[in-house]
Structures are given as C-alpha cells and as structure tokens.
C-alpha cells in the first residue's frame, strides 16, 4: 500500500485539530444528500438526511473518528435546531385564523394520532415478543428525536434506540403519506401536512414545506404538539396497559 504523503497527513492533521471541519463536513454532507436525493427524482427512499447520516457515519469509520470528536465541531448545527423550531411560528402565524377556526378537531386528531401510535406500537412488540425494554424503547416512535429520547429515558427505554426509530418512522412515513393521499383523494394542503407533521415528525415537517407554506405550518404545528402532548400521555398510557 502506497504511503501518504507527508504534506497531506499534516494537511489531515490540521484539519482535525480545527473544529471547522466537522461543521464543513456536516454541510458538504448534506448538500451531497441533497443532489443525490434530486437525480433519484425526489424519491423518499433517497430522504437527504438519511442520506446524509450515512455519509457521516462512513466518513466517521473509516477515519475512526469518535463521535464526541465530530459533535464538538459540528455543535453549531446543533445549537441553530432551536432557531430553526423557533420560525416554525411565522407560518404558522401566516395561517392563525384558519388554525383558530380548526383548532378543537386540530387537538383531538392529535389525541387520537398519539393513542393510535403508541398502543400499535405497544401491541405489536408484545405479539412478536418483543421484550419490555424494547417495547418502552419503541413507544414514542412517532415523536420528534430530542423528545422521544426523554421519554423513552424516563419510561425504562433506550433513548439511542429511540432516536434511531424515530429516523425509520420519519422515513417511513414521508415514503407512506402520498400515496395514501391520493389514494384516499386528499388534496387540501393543512391536511395533508397535519397528517405529516403527526405521523413522521420532523421529516414530515421538511417534507410538507416542500409541498407548500400551508402544509409545512400544519405540520409545523402538529410536530410541536404532538411532542408537547407526548411527553404527558405516552408515560401514562404505558402505565395504564
């Protein structure tokens, strides 16, 4: 095997002493992520961050970097995720009046989505003889990462396997949502993005703002409630059965 030269591995070195490049990797990621996602012609299977998680990974690996070596230097994308949720209220502030008029039935679809999830999940686990740890791990699956994890803490869970979870629901159900819309001919843009926002969280969310500002405000507002009221119901629900 040819040896590197020595200027590239003091190149190497420097670039992994400076915290830029991790950041730069993150983003030269995802913008890879996202070409690759567009020649495959949109498709959900090809979702960029999920994508672009595997790019990391394998740049990780095969450097054999540590993952606390990495966050250190992408943190700043980490810390912009608040922000980011934060303008999730101008859309939303768009849309006040129909949300106000809608408001009752936007609550209780949001009920009946966090029920339906969590003892779907929950039944299924047990028929397949899932053990309790694993069903606990399981149950906020249809919640956004950062707040699934700490359910899945406090209810006896694995927060990482949570988190991994949430990223196949998120996918899976941005590969889901539209073809049953329109196999059940649903059209209207809030619903569509409601629907999203509530069954695959965060990726839902980004896609809906694909499809327009009135789907990405719905999902938007579905997301944060349906996280909001998680943290409340999925502990006791997991008690009751």
Same mark, same amino acid.
């Given at each position: 095997?040819?040896?590197?030269?020595?200027?590239?591995?003091?190149?190497?070195?420097?670039?992994?002493?400076?915290?830029?490049?991790?950041?730069?990797?993150?983003?030269?990621?995802?913008?890879?992520?996202?070409?690759?996602?567009?020649?495959?012609?949109?498709t959900p299977f090809l979702h960029p961050v999920l994508v672009a998680i595997a790019l990391i990974v394998?740049?990780?690996? *095969?450097?054999?970097?540590?993952?606390?070596?990495?966050?250190?230097? &992408?943190?700043?994308?980490?810390?912009?995720?608040?922000?980011?949720?934060?303008?999730?209220?101008?859309?939303?502030?768009?849309?006040?009046?129909?949300?106000?008029?809608?408001?009752?039935?936007?609550?209780?679809?949001?009920?009946?989505?966090?029920?339906? &999830?969590?003892?779907?999940?929950?039944?299924?686990?047990?028929?397949?003889?899932?053990?309790?740890?694993? *069903?606990?791990?399981?149950?906020?699956?249809?919640?956004?990462?950062?707040?699934?994890?700490?359910?899945?803490?406090?209810?006896?869970?694995?927060?990482? *396997?949570?988190?991994?979870?949430?990223?196949?629901?998120?996918?899976?159900?941005c590969v889901l949502g539209p073809p049953i819309f329109r196999l059940l001919r649903i059209e209207d843009?809030?619903?569509?993005?409601? &629907?999203?926002?509530?069954?695959?969280?965060?990726?839902?969310?980004?896609?809906?703002?694909?499809?327009?500002?009135? &789907?990405?405000?719905?999902?938007g507002l579905a997301m944060g409630v349906t996280g909001l009221l998680s943290a409340f119901l999925i502990?006791?629900?997991?008690?009751?059965?």
């Amino acid at each position: 095997m040819p040896e590197v030269p020595e200027v590239l591995t003091e190149l190497w070195v420097y670039l992994t002493a400076s915290k830029v490049l991790y950041l730069f990797l993150t983003l030269v990621a995802f913008m890879l992520a996202q070409w690759i996602n567009r020649r495959a012609g949109g498709t959900p299977f090809l979702h960029p961050v999920l994508v672009a998680i595997a790019l990391i990974v394998s740049f990780l690996l *095969l450097t054999e970097t540590p993952y606390s070596v990495y966050f250190e230097g &992408a943190q700043f994308i980490h810390f912009l995720m608040g922000p980011a949720i934060v303008a999730l209220a101008v859309p939303l502030y768009d849309h006040r009046e129909r949300i106000k008029r809608e408001f009752i039935p936007l609550m209780l679809a949001c009920l009946a989505g966090i029920v339906t &999830a969590v003892l779907s999940t929950m039944a299924l686990v047990k028929l397949l003889g899932g053990r309790e740890d694993t *069903l606990m791990s399981l149950a906020p699956k249809s919640v956004t990462s950062p707040i699934a994890m700490g359910i899945a803490e406090q209810i006896g869970g694995y927060p990482a *396997l949570a988190a991994g979870i949430v990223l196949i629901t998120g996918a899976t159900g941005c590969v889901l949502g539209p073809p049953i819309f329109r196999l059940l001919r649903i059209e209207d843009h809030a619903v569509q993005g409601f &629907a999203m926002g509530l069954a695959a969280h965060g990726f839902g969310t980004a896609q809906s703002f694909s499809l327009s500002n009135l &789907a990405g405000a719905f999902a938007g507002l579905a997301m944060g409630v349906t996280g909001l009221l998680s943290a409340f119901l999925i502990p006791l629900l997991v008690r009751l059965f």
